[in-house]
């Protein structure tokens, strides 16, 4: 079955520090794949996308995330987190006509 | 920048009453989505539609709703008789292709008491 997995449920990190936040799928094939980022009462907004071709996409905010067909991984980076940065992050898989999501992986930045 | 639009934000029904939440659309998309989250679970996938019919459901989404596009710009989701478990946040999205760059809206939060 296709599935998204994001592992970490809560992550807390330093502001200034480095972040990678794991997402690991399980798809039949390569899926389009997604970070989005959810504030709170907030909509999803899409950080970054893969659909094919260079295996490191860049983002919006800084971000960052690689696509590793031999790991089955799409993990989202930043190199310097900022407060604002706190939210909840959702990986998402698709293939035609609907998007799998993760669990979310909520930030907490301490300053 | 082009934005799906979402009413009402925050909705509070009584169990067993029929609910629409509405969304519009960015203009030139031609794709239709509704997912829900439940508080604190992950988003999930309720329904697609193009070319006004349904194009995939999930198993959430039973004969209790409906999706429609009465006009060329309103995509609505019909609850006909909620349940307590239907609470949740509804995101409305849509897309230009079925290539999934999906954009969200602000999303409804439905409350059944």
Redesign the interface.
């Not at chain 1, 907030?42 to 899409?46: A, D, K, M, S, V």
């Not at chain 1, 035609?96 to 979310?104: D, P, S, T, W």
């Given at each position: 079955a296709q599935s998204v997995t994001q592992p970490d449920i809560h992550i807390t990190v330093s502001e200034g520090a480095s972040l990678e936040l794991r997402c690991n799928y399980s798809y039949g094939a390569t899926p389009?794949l997604?970070w989005?980022v959810q504030s709170p009462g907030?909509?999803?907004?899409?950080l970054l996308?893969y659909?094919s071709g260079d295996t490191l996409v860049q983002g919006i905010k800084g971000f960052e995330a690689e696509f590793k067909r031999s790991q089955s991984s799409f993990n989202l980076r930043k190199p310097s987190v900022h407060w604002s940065d706190a939210a909840e992050y959702?990986c998402?898989g698709?293939g035609?006509?609907?998007?799998?999501?993760?669990?979310?992986t909520r930030l907490a930045v301490h300053p | 920048e082009p934005e799906v639009t979402q009413t009402p934000s925050h909705q509070v029904t009584q169990m067993g009453q029929e609910v629409i939440l509405r969304c519009v659309p960015i203009s030139n998309h031609l794709y239709f989505y509704w997912y829900r989250q439940i508080l604190g679970q992950k988003v999930e996938f309720l329904v697609s539609f193009y070319n006004n019919e349904i194009s995939e459901k999930s198993e959430i989404f039973d004969d209790q709703f409906s999706v429609e596009r009465p006009d060329g710009s309103n995509f609505t989701l019909k609850i006909r008789s909620t349940k307590l478990e239907d609470s949740a946040m509804y995101f409305c999205a849509s897309s230009e292709t079925g290539a999934n760059v999906l954009t969200f809206g602000a999303g409804s939060r439905l409350t059944v008491l």
């Open positions: 389009y997604f989005y907030q909509g999803l907004q899409l996308k659909f959702f998402a698709g035609y006509n609907k998007l799998i999501f993760g669990a979310g | -």
